[in-house]
């Protein structure tokens, strides 16, 4: 029969369709994920003015400083995307491409450190490329994207990529618009929005990822790729605890459906996570103001105005203006944050002994 006869070509086609058009879209090995497909709810219509009341307790009362130690960093200020980081008993600090590592109770250097925030690291990086023609040498810069285990010092993978960004987590990073497996390289799944992704910030807990794009963070099951819930508001970052998410312009958040649990309109931005209060930061002062909110409740809790016991303790000059820089997320009670002073950087690590 005529069937039979072309029966072999007939086969691969049908098997080159199926690699093509296969499971998990068109020339394609991941799953695209539509973030357009889950309305946003807007923080700003819900917001409420928290009155200042008559009274309340000094940061002093309820917070301590339990040790501090000059760092050997000399730089004129400290970003603010550049927070120390606290993992494990240890502090994490990257200031200009300088990474240090400090022990959480002494603020002793860790000269030797085996411990590492993350096992893998996902970057990017250029190579220039020589080739050869009748016209001579000419040279080409390649960028890559690759993966090391911190651990060992091993490349696990390298690829030959132009990325617009890359933000890495624990075991994904965000590479443009593709989730990727750090260990790996597998890419995982495809990003789509009709409006522009501008990812500035992923956190990564359990299964979930959790994206902060422009004005929006977004919450994403990566079991199954689907959009669980999307936050739109004005904020520049967020923090996360057992159960809830809390924005920089004090909004919290219940971070497994995106209920909005309290929202409150202020000009103090929330800057790191203590025991049970959130550190609130008014920027735009030359005497720092920084205040502590209840994180149940959004309520404020204690005010610091002065930075007195700070400028006294470290370098006692007639007037100075520290900068402070708190870690996100603190570790029990106790919390980390760099002091920019007149004389030099100052790690301080802090306890709550009130709550």
Not at 48 to 59: A, E, G, L, V
Not at 107 to 135: C, D, R
Request: with cysteine.
């Amino acid at each position: 029969m005529t069937i039979n006869k072309y029966k072999p070509q007939i086969i691969g086609v049908y098997i080159l369709v199926s690699i093509i058009f296969g499971y998990k879209g068109y020339c394609q090995s991941y799953f695209v994920i539509n973030l357009d497909k889950v309305e946003a709810k807007d923080l700003s219509a819900k917001q409420r003015k928290m009155p200042m009341p008559d009274s309340i307790p000094n940061f002093n009362e309820i917070i301590k400083i339990e040790n501090q130690s000059k760092t050997s960093y000399d730089i004129d200020y400290i970003p603010a995307y550049q927070p120390p980081i606290i993992s494990k008993g240890s502090v994490f600090i990257n200031l200009n491409n300088k990474e240090k590592v400090y022990d959480l109770e002494s603020v002793n250097e860790v000269t030797n450190p085996a411990l590492y925030q993350y096992q893998y690291k996902v970057f990017e990086f250029e190579q220039k490329k020589q080739t050869q023609s009748l016209l001579g040498t000419s040279y080409e810069v390649v960028k890559y994207i690759a993966s090391i285990n911190l651990g060992t010092g091993d490349t696990l993978w390298k690829k030959q990529k132009d990325y617009v960004s890359v933000h890495s987590e624990k075991l994904v990073s965000v590479v443009g618009n593709l989730i990727i497996d750090n260990k790996t390289g597998k890419e995982l799944y495809k990003l789509s929005s009709s409006n522009p992704l501008s990812i500035s910030e992923i956190k990564e807990v359990n299964e979930y990822l959790y994206l902060r794009k422009s004005d929006e963070i977004i919450a994403i099951n990566l079991l199954n790729g689907e959009v669980i819930w999307k936050v739109k508001g004005n904020f520049n970052n967020f923090f996360i605890d057992e159960t809830r998410i809390y924005t920089s312009n004090q909004c919290a958040i219940d971070k497994n459906t995106g209920k909005i649990i309290w929202n409150n309109s202020s000009d103090v931005w929330f800057v790191g996570i203590i025991g049970n209060y959130l550190i609130g930061y008014l920027y735009g002062e030359d005497d720092p103001e920084i205040y502590l909110y209840n994180k149940n409740t959004g309520k404020l809790a204690g005010h610091l105005w002065s930075d007195n016991e700070f400028c006294t303790s470290c370098f006692g000059y007639e007037s100075c203006f520290p900068e402070f820089i708190f870690a996100e997320q603190g570790e029990g009670n106790k919390t980390a944050a760099l002091i920019k002073c007149t004389d030099g950087v100052y790690l301080y690590t802090l306890e709550v002994v009130q709550n």
